[in-house]
């Protein structure tokens, strides 16, 4: 079964830094693109970050440039998005999601709150 387990939100101060984590399991992990999204209560889904299966190409949504980055593990089938310098516009709920050949499978979210 495949399965997409968030960890590592929380309440953080305007400036400070978290890292989330995606753990995976029930399917190829280094087979996969990896995504981060993420959605604030009353807006859309909107997609942060993307990494390739093997790592070596990663993409970011502009707000997020030079704050945020994305990497894997593919030996501990595990992906972080590295999150610095936050500000209260990155509040949201952030999903993991997995994508490719036929599979679109998500995490059940983690909440990052930033927040004075």
């Known amino acids: 079964q495949v399965q997409l387990v968030e960890s590592g939100g929380g309440l953080v101060q305007p400036g400070g830094s978290l890292r989330l984590s995606c753990a995976a399991s029930g399917f190829t992990f280094s087979k996969y693109r990896m995504n981060w999204y993420r959605q604030a209560s009353g807006k859309e889904r909107e997609w942060v970050a993307g990494?390739?299966?093997?790592?070596?190409?990663?993409n970011l949504r502009d707000s997020v440039l030079g704050r945020f980055t994305i990497s894997r593990d593919n030996a501990k089938n595990t992906v972080y998005l590295q999150m610095n310098y936050l500000n209260p516009e990155d509040t949201a709920v952030y999903y993991c999601?997995?994508?490719?050949?036929?599979?679109?499978?998500w995490g059940q979210g983690t909440l990052v709150t930033v927040s004075s």
């Open positions: 990494i390739s299966a093997t790592g070596g190409s990663l």
């Open positions: 999601n997995a994508r490719g050949l036929g599979l679109d499978a």
